[in-house]
């Protein structure tokens, strides 16, 4: 059993068959693009383009849902259905509370790294 605090990484291998070379693969693809689509939801944001967050959210729901992030996962897919439904009012706040959860995964990775 492998442990990462923030990361549910036994459900993730199970979605791959228990294939920890390719979770691997894809944790490195997901630590190095979420910080852009991160920006991309803030870009989206400060240029009122609703479909920015949209999209930047609904990819984000599903790659970190891919590496076992389940509470970032729920969280981009909240923001993916109020920018589809034009309702951004909480949207600055939820954006931050992504991030700073992106944060607490990589750090929890890196230590996991460590050791």
């Given at each position: 059993m492998?442990?990462i605090?923030?990361?549910?990484?036994?459900?993730a291998?199970?979605?791959?068959?228990?294939?920890l070379?390719?979770y691997a693969?894809?944790?490195?693809?997901?630590?190095?693009?979420?910080?852009g689509?991160?920006?991309?939801?803030?870009?989206?944001?400060?240029?009122?383009e609703?479909?920015?967050?949209?999209?930047s959210?609904?990819s984000?729901?599903s790659?970190?849902?891919?590496?076992?992030?389940?509470r970032?996962?729920?969280?981009?897919?909240?923001?993916?259905?109020?920018?589809?439904?034009?309702?951004?009012?909480?949207a600055?706040?939820?954006v931050?509370?992504?991030d700073?959860?992106?944060?607490?995964?990589?750090?929890a990775?890196?230590?996991a790294e460590?050791?």
């Open positions: 492998i442990n605090a923030t990361l549910d990484v036994d459900s291998l199970e979605d791959l068959d228990g294939d070379e390719l693969e894809l944790l490195e693809v997901f630590l190095d693009d979420t910080p689509i991160v920006r991309e939801m803030k870009t989206g944001l400060s240029t009122n609703k479909k920015l967050v949209e999209r959210a609904h984000l729901k790659s970190s849902r891919l590496v076992g992030g389940l970032l996962s729920s969280m981009a897919a909240e923001l993916e259905i109020d920018a589809r439904n034009g309702s951004l009012e909480n600055e706040d939820t931050r509370q992504i700073e959860e992106f944060h607490r995964l990589l750090e990775v890196e230590k460590a050791n």
